[in-house]
């Protein structure tokens, strides 16, 4: 090709037949800033034109998504010029019912006057009576402040029915997790096994990693009942039966152990595998380890032929063998228990074959496959590190099995355990923070599990005007850190920490209308809700939940079981339409915004990182950053941390709040650019500055590990240096991996009543204790599955977001919608045929708690006991700017309203949450349905809505036609 | 030069970033705007250039789901330009890009009927026809950094799953890994010769699962003998 104009800038392409001009950049602006359609947040280059969006492409320097950007993120552009974009705060009208979507507009100054006076009266007399909770939140590090501040253990984002099996399994067992803690080592990986959904997060780093694997010649498996998106590329697809992934694990264990398949060095030197476990059955003190006087576990020291203390160094630990501790007491290593356990012929792969639905013959090579490359194609790097004992390594030796997992196995009341399981097998394959393994992400590693309890002080959590001591949230490693009350009753309205959910370390945010409703532990004043729709997709039970919402109190007539409901969101969500005080929210591209290591960071196993988003385009409408109006907030009720000696505001505004705030010295909000004069790196002095810097850097920070501190961190002598340093860890000293749970069995000893401390009253939770908290992973079925007829109820009924609409707040969004508009029902192939169904078909899917009608379609990929929809497509008629007549409303539809957010009641027993009975976790995926064939002329779907008013500056008119474009006449074709 | 695309159907998982980003940057390209009809209603549809078509191949359990990206193939023989009765539809000498001058456009839809892979789109609102241009207007403008002179699809693509380059030059990335991958033309039988390609499903090649571990350590455990590790 040959230029030959000398103004490059006016270029005309000449050919034959007409000339293509290239853009007019004269009054284009490049910024750059982070991406928030989903929960992947990398960066983004915008390129702007007189205050409208041209183009948004991927940064290419970032280090979470490098350069390229998925659906979503291109999508952006309609997400800034959605319909349904809130303009002003909106009190619901006088007189008006709640939920009849009848708003008058206010001013900001009378919204937060209305707010500040509530929250002042509930702070100035029982604080526990504000619940603030968050949806696709990701400044949980802000929101746990505030309520922290403010005094009510009642915070939580929306990680209980998101993720906090995966997070919890984790950080009690490796000291990271999947979710957002680790991820694949994707440059040296051989084998990589998915289990379950995992579209949902680091979207574009797993995609971009998968291609390289297979570039690389590696090999791609997938474990999902449903062969749709990534597993669209897998070059083996294992269709499991729902929920019984950790069953499959354990027979994956069974093979490894039955061969003596396990890497002896790793599990010596970096797990709890040779600590000596008491072995008392029914006595008191049964199951923890063997301690010595300061309280350090001990092992069998081979060379010394005695128990020494089982962190010193230069010891010999036996891997297995039974002993007698000094006072006589039988002990026994955790391998030996471990390899007794799953040895078991209960978990041998022709006897689980037929409940996981997957072949012993493909149980097997799966776990021959996993050791093969594991022990035989081993990576060796010459990189020099410094083991936590002193010692000098030349070489990295890495275990090139990687393995990510999410909702799949996140979603079931068995899941923590499941998730436990997988660990374990990562565990004995030596597979952990090496090369080609699954690596942590800066902060992680941490203590097992993380040194933070959460607040469990009832004098303090009662006092009022008075901040907590500790946040509301953690994780508990005994009775007695629970958040109870002397008899036994939940402290927190979700019931989180309490006896019938011990560990739920995300809260439970799909327990809160309900139990606020029941008054159950109590009744709360408001209900403060930032961007999560937990009156449509985002609760369990969606009809029942909006009736919960616009329930009165029968002892005070004039008011709502729910007295106060306050919504913060960008859009018109069918929440929205429950508040009672609408504040409106930015868009991304509109505000200041940090992703924190203090938070859920965008740290990559090679590099520290965060973020920022800055303003870049001008408001044009009444609205205001929640971040903003915390702040503003804090302020007027005087928090501590945010109010001066003599009263005054102590921050101006947020981004000031960021730059100064200081959680320890020298450690803030952001990691980049500290130090008076931006000179330092994760820890320094704030730096006036330092929004600045990170503007001028494309809005991201990353401290690059050197080579030396990039693996086996959890025992990595210079790295732990550092993070002991910067407060990533509190002193550096090796993470042992806790295979097995002493914290759990202290739990358990509670329910079995010999426990030195606190223990629970009643049979059922002295039952689920006993039951579920085994210091091993175990399997069991899911809980709903225990009490529904699996006869009646014969198929798993699952959901799961598209990649192009995954963790996206976009349902509205006018161009993905162009993708995907109506979601059906869908099921296997050959087992429709038997039931004498067809795609297109009308069917009735009805569940234990209700039913729905809904249009199926047929496929191969889908396991065939199995049914799944995408969620959230189905709409309320006139929500997110939508016309009413939206196939997202008419034709789509939510499988929500089968799903309850409690167990199917029993006799004898008070109502349950249906979620994992150790964490909490929302058990969406343990559904079970009956399907029968609508009758003729049955069509449409079903449960059918109102429409949604639209709101007092909206007309309703929608156009028939868009043409959204920056091309100006001057560009166009001449 | 004859420019196109190579698009790798291996790593291709369907996520439509290709086709967000192509609908993006077009909607404010040389023939913008790609106009969407009924945005908020029954039935949403557009204008895109690009569009993603799946399909499951075998029977369970042995199915496998192929994602299809389908765009203007710039044919070396292209009938859409033959038939075109205004001149409008042309394929560029210098390197093979087949465009519709939005000028001389009157709608006619010859072309569309005349291209065997659906790549035309008539826009109903200016009454033209709209197709893949590769991006031609990014490719060759001088103001963009080097890196960043491609088409926006390839630009975007999370698995990488997409190139673009001189399919004339033996020596380009996209020949050379037509030629390893055995990358192919879509229905070459009809004889247009489409300048773009697509690469096979990569076979795995079969993990060895002999001489792993000894058999039996069940029996072995009561008197295992521990390997003397230090710690």
């Given at each position: 090709m040959r230029f030959w104009c000398a103004n490059p800038k006016l270029i005309p392409i000449f050919n034959m037949n007409a000339i293509v001009k290239i853009e007019n950049h004269d009054?284009?602006?490049?910024?750059?800033?982070?991406?928030?359609?989903?929960?992947?947040?990398?960066?983004?280059?915008?390129?702007?034109?007189?205050?409208?969006?041209?183009?948004?492409?991927?940064?290419?320097?970032?280090?979470?998504?490098?350069?390229?950007?998925?659906?979503?993120?291109?999508?952006?552009?309609?997400?800034?010029?959605?319909?349904?974009?809130?303009?002003?705060?909106?009190?619901?009208?006088?007189?008006?019912?709640?939920?009849?979507?009848?708003?008058?507009?206010?001013?900001?100054?009378?919204?937060l006057d209305i707010l500040t006076e509530r929250l002042s009266e509930i702070r100035s007399t029982n604080p526990s009576k504000l619940a603030f909770f968050t949806g696709r939140d990701q400044m949980q590090a802000l929101t746990g402040l505030w309520a922290q501040q403010f005094g009510t253990p009642n915070w939580a984002a929306h990680g209980g029915f998101c993720s906090v099996n995966m997070a919890a399994a984790g950080l009690y067992s490796i000291g990271f997790s999947f979710w957002e803690f680790g991820a694949p080592d994707w440059d040296y990986a051989k084998y990589f096994i998915m289990w379950g959904v995992a579209e949902d997060h680091s979207s574009n780093p797993i995609k971009i990693g998968l291609e390289?694997?297979?570039?690389?010649?590696?090999?791609?498996?997938?474990?999902?009942?449903?062969?749709?998106?990534?597993?669209?590329?897998?070059?083996?697809?294992?269709?499991?039966?729902?929920?019984?992934?950790?069953?499959?694990?354990?027979?994956?264990?069974?093979?490894?152990?039955?061969?003596?398949?396990?890497?002896?060095?790793?599990?010596?030197?970096?797990?709890?595998?040779?600590?000596?476990?008491?072995?008392?059955?029914?006595?008191?003190?049964?199951?923890?380890?063997l301690r010595d006087e300061q309280g350090n576990p001990l092992v069998w020291d081979m060379e010394k032929a005695g128990f020494v203390n089982a962190l010193d160094k230069d010891i010999t630990p036996a891997l297995f063998g039974d002993y007698v501790a000094p006072d006589g007491r039988p002990v026994r290593t955790v391998m030996t228990l471990t390899a007794?356990?799953?040895?078991?012929?209960?978990?041998?792969?022709?006897?689980?074959?037929?409940?996981?639905?997957?072949?012993?013959?493909?149980?097997?090579?799966?776990?021959?496959?996993?050791a093969h490359v594991a022990f035989k194609e081993t990576v060796e790097l010459d990189i020099q590190w410094t083991d936590s004992w002193g010692r000098q390594h030349d070489k990295v030796i890495g275990r090139p099995v990687a393995m990510y997992a999410m909702r799949g196995i996140a979603a079931h009341s068995n899941g923590f355990h499941a998730c436990r399981a997988v660990h374990l097998i990562q565990i004995m394959l030596g597979a952990l923070d090496g090369p080609g393994n699954f690596r942590a992400r800066a902060p992680y590693p941490k203590p097992i599990p993380p040194h933070q309890l959460p607040e469990n002080n009832i004098d303090i959590i009662n006092a009022p005007n008075t901040p907590l001591s500790k946040t509301p949230l953690g994780f508990p490693t005994r009775p007695e850190d629970l958040v109870i009350d002397k008899q036994g009753n939940p402290l927190r309205i979700d019931k989180a920490y309490s006896w019938e959910i011990p560990i739920a370390s995300h809260g439970l945010m799909h327990m809160v209308i309900t139990n606020a409703t029941n008054h159950d532990p109590y009744p709360i004043d408001t209900l403060l809700l930032f961007m999560s729709n937990m009156a449509w997709n985002s609760t369990m039970n969606t009809k029942n939940v909006q009736d919960m919402l616009r329930e009165k109190d029968p002892a005070k007539p004039?008011?709502?079981?729910?007295?106060?409901?306050?919504?913060?969101?960008?859009?018109?969500?069918?929440?929205?339409?429950?508040?009672?005080?609408?504040?409106?929210?930015?868009?991304?591209?509109?505000?200041?915004d940090t992703i924190s290591l203090l938070d859920r960071p965008i740290s990559e196993p090679d590099a520290a990182a965060d973020a920022i988003r800055y303003p870049l385009l001008k408001l044009d409408r009444d609205v205001r950053p929640w971040q903003e109006v915390m702040v503003e907030l804090a302020g007027r009720l005087k928090f501590p941390a945010f109010t001066n000696a003599d009263g005054t505001r102590k921050f101006k505004d947020y981004p000031d709040f960021i730059v100064n705030y200081e959680r320890a010295p020298g450690i803030g909000f952001l990691a980049g650019w500290r130090g008076k004069n931006g000179e330092k790196s994760l820890k320094g002095e704030p730096n006036p500055k330092q929004w600045e810097k990170y503007i001028e850097n494309e809005s991201f920070f990353a401290h690059h590990w050197p080579d030396s501190q990039k693996y086996n961190r959890f025992a990595n002598k210079e790295y732990l240096d550092i993070a002991a340093d910067v407060g990533f860890v509190g002193k550096s000293e090796p993470i042992t991996m806790q295979i097995y749970s002493e914290p759990l069995q202290k739990f358990r000893l509670a329910g079995q009543g010999l426990y030195d401390g606190p223990q629970p009253n009643n049979p059922v939770d002295r039952e689920r204790l006993a039951k579920y908290f085994d210091p091993l992973p175990m399997w069991y079925k899911p809980l709903e599955q225990e009490r529904v007829d699996g006869e009646e109820y014969p198929f798993f009924a699952l959901t799961q977001r598209p990649m192009l609409m995954y963790h996206s707040w976009d349902s509205q969004n006018v161009w993905l919608r162009q993708i995907l508009a109506q979601n059906y029902m869908y099921m296997n192939r050959g087992q429709a045929t038997r039931m004498g169904l067809k795609d297109f078909d009308w069917?009735?899917?009805?569940?234990?708690?209700?039913?729905?009608?809904?249009?199926?379609?047929?496929?191969?990929?889908?396991?065939?006991?199995?049914?799944?929809?995408?969620?959230?497509?189905?709409?309320?008629?006139?929500?997110?700017?939508?016309?009413?007549?939206?196939?997202?409303?008419?034709?789509?539809?939510?499988?929500?309203?089968?799903?309850?957010?409690?167990?199917?009641?029993?006799?004898?027993?008070?109502?349950?949450?249906?979620?994992?009975?150790?964490?909490?976790?929302?058990?969406?995926?343990?559904?079970?349905?009956?399907?029968?064939?609508?009758?003729?002329?049955?069509?449409?779907?079903?449960?059918?809505?109102?429409?949604?008013?639209?709101?007092?500056?909206?007309?309703?008119?929608?156009?028939d036609v868009l043409r959204y474009s920056t091309r100006t006449d001057d560009d166009k074709q001449s | 030069m004859r420019l196109g695309l190579v698009i790798d159907l291996d790593v291709c998982?369907?996520?439509?970033?290709?086709?967000?980003?192509?609908?993006?940057?077009?909607?404010?390209?040389?023939?913008?705007?790609?106009?969407?009809?009924?945005?908020?209603?029954?039935?949403?549809?557009?204008?895109?250039?690009?569009?993603?078509?799946?399909?499951?191949?075998?029977?369970?359990?042995?199915?496998?789901?192929?994602?299809f990206p389908m765009s203007c193939m710039?044919?070396?023989?292209?009938?859409?330009?033959?038939?075109?009765?205004?001149?409008?539809?042309?394929?560029?000498?210098?390197?093979?890009?087949?465009?519709?001058?939005?000028?001389?456009?009157?709608?006619?839809?010859?072309?569309?009927?005349?291209?065997?892979?659906?790549?035309?789109?008539?826009?109903?609102?200016?009454?033209?026809?709209?197709?893949?241009?590769?991006?031609?207007?990014?490719?060759?403008?001088?103001?963009?950094?080097?890196?960043?002179?491609?088409?926006?699809?390839?630009?975007?693509?999370?698995?990488?799953?997409?190139?673009?380059?001189?399919?004339?030059?033996?020596?380009?990335a996209v020949s050379v890994v037509i030629r390893e991958r055995g990358g192919y033309q879509l229905m070459p039988e009809l004889g247009y010769n489409p300048t773009n390609h697509y690469l096979p499903v990569r076979k795995a090649t079969p993990i060895s699962t002999e001489n792993l571990g000894k058999l039996g350590f069940k029996g072995r455990l009561k008197g295992v003998v521990n390997k003397v590790v230090k710690r």
């Amino acid at each position: 090709m040959r230029f030959w104009c000398a103004n490059p800038k006016l270029i005309p392409i000449f050919n034959m037949n007409a000339i293509v001009k290239i853009e007019n950049h004269d009054n284009q602006e490049i910024k750059f800033t982070t991406c928030y359609m989903c929960a992947c947040r990398c960066g983004i280059k915008v390129t702007l034109e007189e205050n409208k969006v041209r183009f948004i492409q991927g940064n290419r320097n970032h280090p979470t998504n490098q350069g390229v950007l998925c659906a979503k993120g291109s999508a952006g552009i309609m997400k800034q010029y959605s319909a349904a974009k809130l303009r002003k705060p909106l009190m619901r009208k006088p007189g008006a019912e709640r939920g009849t979507g009848e708003f008058v507009e206010i001013e900001w100054d009378q919204a937060l006057d209305i707010l500040t006076e509530r929250l002042s009266e509930i702070r100035s007399t029982n604080p526990s009576k504000l619940a603030f909770f968050t949806g696709r939140d990701q400044m949980q590090a802000l929101t746990g402040l505030w309520a922290q501040q403010f005094g009510t253990p009642n915070w939580a984002a929306h990680g209980g029915f998101c993720s906090v099996n995966m997070a919890a399994a984790g950080l009690y067992s490796i000291g990271f997790s999947f979710w957002e803690f680790g991820a694949p080592d994707w440059d040296y990986a051989k084998y990589f096994i998915m289990w379950g959904v995992a579209e949902d997060h680091s979207s574009n780093p797993i995609k971009i990693g998968l291609e390289k694997l297979k570039r690389h010649g590696g090999k791609f498996v997938s474990v999902n009942p449903v062969r749709t998106g990534y597993s669209a590329i897998a070059d083996e697809w294992i269709p499991i039966k729902p929920g019984m992934d950790g069953l499959l694990a354990l027979s994956v264990v069974h093979v490894l152990l039955s061969r003596e398949l396990f890497d002896w060095e790793f599990l010596i030197r970096y797990t709890n595998s040779a600590w000596l476990v008491v072995d008392t059955p029914g006595q008191k003190g049964h199951g923890l380890f063997l301690r010595d006087e300061q309280g350090n576990p001990l092992v069998w020291d081979m060379e010394k032929a005695g128990f020494v203390n089982a962190l010193d160094k230069d010891i010999t630990p036996a891997l297995f063998g039974d002993y007698v501790a000094p006072d006589g007491r039988p002990v026994r290593t955790v391998m030996t228990l471990t390899a007794e356990r799953y040895l078991d012929e209960r978990y041998a792969p022709e006897n689980v074959a037929q409940e996981c639905g997957v072949s012993a013959e493909t149980i097997e090579r799966m776990a021959l496959e996993m050791a093969h490359v594991a022990f035989k194609e081993t990576v060796e790097l010459d990189i020099q590190w410094t083991d936590s004992w002193g010692r000098q390594h030349d070489k990295v030796i890495g275990r090139p099995v990687a393995m990510y997992a999410m909702r799949g196995i996140a979603a079931h009341s068995n899941g923590f355990h499941a998730c436990r399981a997988v660990h374990l097998i990562q565990i004995m394959l030596g597979a952990l923070d090496g090369p080609g393994n699954f690596r942590a992400r800066a902060p992680y590693p941490k203590p097992i599990p993380p040194h933070q309890l959460p607040e469990n002080n009832i004098d303090i959590i009662n006092a009022p005007n008075t901040p907590l001591s500790k946040t509301p949230l953690g994780f508990p490693t005994r009775p007695e850190d629970l958040v109870i009350d002397k008899q036994g009753n939940p402290l927190r309205i979700d019931k989180a920490y309490s006896w019938e959910i011990p560990i739920a370390s995300h809260g439970l945010m799909h327990m809160v209308i309900t139990n606020a409703t029941n008054h159950d532990p109590y009744p709360i004043d408001t209900l403060l809700l930032f961007m999560s729709n937990m009156a449509w997709n985002s609760t369990m039970n969606t009809k029942n939940v909006q009736d919960m919402l616009r329930e009165k109190d029968p002892a005070k007539p004039d008011q709502h079981k729910i007295p106060f409901l306050v919504v913060v969101d960008a859009f018109h969500s069918e929440m929205v339409n429950f508040a009672d005080l609408v504040l409106p929210d930015t868009t991304y591209l509109e505000r200041h915004d940090t992703i924190s290591l203090l938070d859920r960071p965008i740290s990559e196993p090679d590099a520290a990182a965060d973020a920022i988003r800055y303003p870049l385009l001008k408001l044009d409408r009444d609205v205001r950053p929640w971040q903003e109006v915390m702040v503003e907030l804090a302020g007027r009720l005087k928090f501590p941390a945010f109010t001066n000696a003599d009263g005054t505001r102590k921050f101006k505004d947020y981004p000031d709040f960021i730059v100064n705030y200081e959680r320890a010295p020298g450690i803030g909000f952001l990691a980049g650019w500290r130090g008076k004069n931006g000179e330092k790196s994760l820890k320094g002095e704030p730096n006036p500055k330092q929004w600045e810097k990170y503007i001028e850097n494309e809005s991201f920070f990353a401290h690059h590990w050197p080579d030396s501190q990039k693996y086996n961190r959890f025992a990595n002598k210079e790295y732990l240096d550092i993070a002991a340093d910067v407060g990533f860890v509190g002193k550096s000293e090796p993470i042992t991996m806790q295979i097995y749970s002493e914290p759990l069995q202290k739990f358990r000893l509670a329910g079995q009543g010999l426990y030195d401390g606190p223990q629970p009253n009643n049979p059922v939770d002295r039952e689920r204790l006993a039951k579920y908290f085994d210091p091993l992973p175990m399997w069991y079925k899911p809980l709903e599955q225990e009490r529904v007829d699996g006869e009646e109820y014969p198929f798993f009924a699952l959901t799961q977001r598209p990649m192009l609409m995954y963790h996206s707040w976009d349902s509205q969004n006018v161009w993905l919608r162009q993708i995907l508009a109506q979601n059906y029902m869908y099921m296997n192939r050959g087992q429709a045929t038997r039931m004498g169904l067809k795609d297109f078909d009308w069917i009735w899917v009805e569940s234990h708690n209700g039913k729905i009608r809904c249009q199926m379609r047929t496929m191969e990929g889908t396991q065939e006991n199995t049914v799944w929809t995408w969620n959230a497509i189905g709409k309320q008629g006139g929500a997110w700017g939508l016309k009413p007549e939206a196939s997202e409303a008419k034709s789509g539809f939510l499988l929500n309203h089968l799903i309850s957010e409690l167990l199917p009641a029993k006799k004898g027993e008070r109502r349950i949450t249906n979620s994992d009975p150790v964490t909490g976790q929302a058990a969406w995926f343990d559904l079970r349905v009956k399907i029968t064939k609508a009758a003729e002329g049955e069509v449409g779907s079903w449960p059918e809505f109102p429409a949604i008013k639209p709101l007092p500056w909206d007309d309703g008119e929608r156009p028939d036609v868009l043409r959204y474009s920056t091309r100006t006449d001057d560009d166009k074709q001449s | 030069m004859r420019l196109g695309l190579v698009i790798d159907l291996d790593v291709c998982v369907g996520c439509h970033a290709c086709a967000i980003a192509c609908k993006e940057w077009n909607a404010s390209g040389t023939t913008a705007p790609l106009t969407d009809y009924q945005p908020y209603g029954a039935k949403p549809s557009g204008v895109w250039f690009n569009r993603i078509r799946s399909y499951e191949v075998g029977e369970y359990p042995h199915n496998k789901t192929i994602n299809f990206p389908m765009s203007c193939m710039h044919c070396e023989d292209a009938d859409c330009v033959t038939v075109c009765p205004t001149g409008a539809s042309y394929k560029r000498a210098e390197d093979g890009i087949v465009l519709v001058d939005q000028t001389k456009c009157m709608g006619c839809n010859y072309c569309s009927w005349a291209c065997p892979y659906g790549a035309r789109e008539l826009d109903r609102e200016s009454g033209t026809m709209k197709k893949c241009t590769l991006c031609i207007d990014r490719i060759y403008d001088t103001f963009m950094p080097v890196e960043e002179r491609q088409p926006a699809c390839v630009l975007t693509c999370p698995a990488h799953a997409r190139m673009f380059g001189d399919m004339d030059d033996a020596n380009s990335a996209v020949s050379v890994v037509i030629r390893e991958r055995g990358g192919y033309q879509l229905m070459p039988e009809l004889g247009y010769n489409p300048t773009n390609h697509y690469l096979p499903v990569r076979k795995a090649t079969p993990i060895s699962t002999e001489n792993l571990g000894k058999l039996g350590f069940k029996g072995r455990l009561k008197g295992v003998v521990n390997k003397v590790v230090k710690r």
